[in-house]
Nanobody
Framework: QVQLVESGGGLVQPGGSLRLSCLTS????????MGWYRQAPGKQREMVAT???????MYADSVKGRFTISRNNAWNMVYLQMNSLNPEDTAVYYC??????WGQGIQVTVSS
């Protein structure tokens, strides 16, 4: 089981930016696909963005053009750069490995 630790969440005003980071416990070279998911209060968990071992990315329509997922293979890190945040982005964000292992989640709150 891959251990995943998220960091970088917090409170930000509408229009602001945050960068989430996810540290994996094993070499990212061994992980086929990494992803960020989120769950807002009263809603189901949804995919935000994924990135494959080869660097192919996918995004939810709601974040396209605003969020960018990337990976640093040397540091076993995956990032989610979030720009132009709005209150609808408020949720607990989770890092995921191979659709199987989950981080503990980190809160992102967008509010004035």
């Amino acid at each position: 089981q891959v251990q995943l630790v998220e960091s970088g969440g917090g409170l930000v005003q509408p229009g602001g930016s945050l960068r989430l980071s996810c540290l994996t416990s094993e070499s990212i070279f061994n992980i086929y696909i990494m992803g960020w998911y989120r769950q807002a209060p009263g809603k189901q968990r949804e995919m935000v963005a994924t990135i494959s071992k080869g660097g192919t990315t996918m995004y939810a329509d709601s974040v396209k053009g605003r969020f960018t997922i990337s990976r640093n293979n040397a540091w076993n890190m995956v990032y989610l750069q979030m720009n132009s945040l709005n209150p609808e982005d408020t949720a607990v964000y989770y890092c995921n490995s191979n659709y199987k292992d989950w981080g503990q989640g980190i809160q992102v709150t967008v509010s004035s």
